[in-house]
Every structure is written in C-alpha cells, then in structure tokens.
C-alpha cells in the first residue's frame, strides 16, 4: 500500500511549481475571487444577474474591451501609455462600414478597418521611437486626430452594415460550441501570455519597461520592442472595432469615446503598473472582465448608468492602493 502511495505521489518537481505558479499569479487569482464575490453580491439583489443568459450579456459585452486591453497593456508593460486606442476604435467600424457601403466585400472592408490600427500605431510607434516625443503627448495627438477623422470620413453619420451574413465574424462558432467573439479574446490571451513567458521577445518587453537603459547596454533593440508594442495596439484596437460593427451591425463615430479610460483601467486592474515591466495578459483580460461585470451589475441593480465612472474609478484606486502596499510589504 506504501508502494502504490509513494508511485501515485507527484514528484517533487510537480509539488514545487504549484506554489510558484500561485505566486506568480497571486494578483490574478485575487482579481479572478473578486469578480465572483461582484457576482454573487449582484445576484443577491438581482437573482437574474447570475442567470446563463447575462452571462453571455457579459462575455459578449466584454469581449472588445478585452480585446483593445491586451493591445493596451503591451503599451504599457513598456513603459508607454496609448490614448489613441478609442478613437481609433471608433474610425475603424466607420472605415469598414464605409468600404462595404461602397461595394467591397466583407473580407475587404475588415481588412481596410484593422490597417486604420496598423497605421495609427506605426506613427504612435515612429514619433515615440524615433522623434523620440513623450508617449502620452503622441497618443493624445493621434487620438484627437482618429477621432476627428471617424466623423470626418461619414459626416457624423452611422453606417449601417448591408451584409447580414456579417455578424458571424462576431457571433458565429468557428469552434462548435464557443462564440467567435470568446475565441478571438481566449487565443490573443494565451498567445500574448507565452509570449512575455516563454519568447524572448516577451521578456524584452519587460526589460524595456523595466529599465530602457539598462537593456539597451545588454543589446536589447529597444526602439524596435517599443515600436512593436504600438503597432499591437493599434491593431487589436482596430480588431475591437471590427468585432463590435459586426456585432451591432452598425458604426457610429463616438463608439470608442469611452474604451480608452476603460481599457487603460482594465490593464491596471489588473495589476500592471503605469510606470511598466509588470502585469500579465490574464490580468488585463480579467480588468475588462471586471469592469464589464461593474457595469452591469449596476444597470441591473438600477443605479443611475451616470455613476458608473464613479464606480469604476473607485475600482481602480482600490487596484492602485493594493498594489502599492502589496510591493511595500514585500520590499
């Protein structure tokens, strides 16, 4: 009995990475423990709040958030800041809209939205690498300029989408049994997770955030890192924007207004730090899932919709003020 005990055991390798990989992702776990007291606190008032159905309401609601958060939190772990990500959220449904409203496929139009990201990134990218100008100055810059343009291209108006077939990008199952729109947010987060854990290109990312000087000395291409970080981010921006017009079948100018705060508060929620080379992928895609589940669970309670940004805020000083005791009892 002994023996079969001792063959059965995990050894003791196994026994030694649980505890590491908990402590790596203490943050996360909290996050992931607070979300379900958020839940379960909701549908005590609401019962309906735990239903399967506003389940779904949330996926589907947080899913471009999740989406522009990961292009946001590569920004950030760098040690830059991306302003421009709403509004080129918002220019990249009207281009798309535009294109299909013009006679070109759907393939075609998306294709046009997400080179709105590709190329407002690369120029976030070249006037903080090369021109070397502040991050936050630059994305300001670009933000206004996307936002301006999103009303430009249409006159203001919305462009509604001619293609029905258009919201399976968002909605059909490429995967039987799992949303498009869960799919995309579950593949980019794994696959920016592996990244900064096992690419070295990741752990650059780090460096570079951590101190550019420093990796700089030791051969890190740090305008090349940096540079990629905005181009991510414009393009799962531009992502986002595809995912939500195909979604609602309808662009409007203004529909990023609000994603820039939300996203940036999603990467901070979720533990990464402004001033960069910490956070993990899982702990922006929870921030969103966060403050998705904030916001509805203060519609269903019926509170007035105006204090959500109250609500919000108070949730990333609480995130914030963890953090900060956290590193101080650890230091």
């Known amino acids: 009995m002994s023996e079969a005990f001792m063959t059965s055991s995990p050894s ?22 607070a979300i379900v007291a958020l839940l379960l606190a909701v549908g005590f008032f609401v019962p309906s709040a735990l239903s399967m159905g506003n389940m779904r309401n949330i996926a589907q609601a947080a899913a471009p958030l999740v989406i522009m958060a990961l292009g946001v939190f590569l920004v950030v772990v760098t040690g830059g800041i991306d302003l421009s990500v709403g509004s080129v959220f ?4 009207m281009v798309t809209a535009l294109a299909m409203a013009n006679g070109y496929g759907s393939v075609s139009a998306s294709l046009a939205g997400l080179c709105v990201g590709l190329a407002f990134g690369a120029i976030n990218g070249f006037l903080v690498t090369v021109v070397r100008l502040a ?29 029905p077939n258009f919201w399976l990008l968002n909605s059909g199952e490429l995967v039987p049994g799992l949303p498009n729109h869960l ?6 987060m794994v696959a920016i997770e592996f990244l900064l854990r096992k690419v070295v290109v ?12 420093a990796a700089r000395l030791i051969g890190i291409p740090v ?21 939500t017009v195909s979604y609602i079948l309808n662009a409007e100018a203004t529909a990023g207004s609000s994603l820039m705060l939300q996203a940036i508060a999603a990467v901070v929620i979720g533990g990464a730090s402004l ?28 509170v007035n919709s105006f204090w959500q940004g109250s609500v919000t805020g108070i949730a990333i000083l609480l995130a914030v003020l963890i953090d900060r005791f956290g590193n101080s009892g650890r230091a």
């Open 12 to 33: 003791p390798a196994v026994r030694s990475r649980a505890p590491s990989l908990l402590q790596s992702y203490r943050t996360e776990i909290a996050i992931a423990a």
């Open 90 to 93: 918002s220019l990249t449904g």
């Open 135 to 163: 991050p936050f100055v630059v994305t300001l810059i670009t933000f206004a300029v996307a936002g301006s343009l999103a009303f430009i291209v249409t006159n203001g108006r919305s462009m509604p989408i001619a293609d």
């Open 183 to 188: 799919l995309f947010c579950l593949v980019a």
């Open 202 to 213: 990741g752990r650059w990312l780090y460096a570079v955030g951590t101190s550019a000087g």
């Open 223 to 243: 305008q090349r890192v940096k540079f990629s970080a905005y181009v991510a981010s414009g393009l799962l921006s531009s992502f986002a924007g595809v995912m």
């Open 275 to 302: 001033f960069g080379g910490t956070g993990t992928a899982i702990g922006a895609v929870l921030g969103a899932l966060m403050i998705t589940c904030i916001q509805n669970g203060v519609n269903l309670i019926g």
